[in-house]
């Protein structure tokens, strides 16, 4: 949720991939005052096992770090 007086700018990163998972919403966009984003991935399976994917969300807050 943006609960700042600006409206902020994103970008999604998949900086460690793995085929069982799928970035579903858009790699970037823009979040305005007052409201909220979702991002969403699709996770299928094709074995039991345990599965890692590393994501990066960078805004453009003053001085942000990647989350």
Known sequence: ENTSFVD????????TPHPDF???SDEQGSLPVGKTTVINFSFTP?????????????????NSAPK
């Open 46 to 62: 094709k074995y039991q096992a345990t599965a890692e994917s590393m994501i990066e969300l960078q805004i453009s807050e003053f």
């Open 8 to 15: 902020f700018e994103y970008s999604i990163k998949v900086v």
């Open 22 to 24: 799928t970035l579903i």
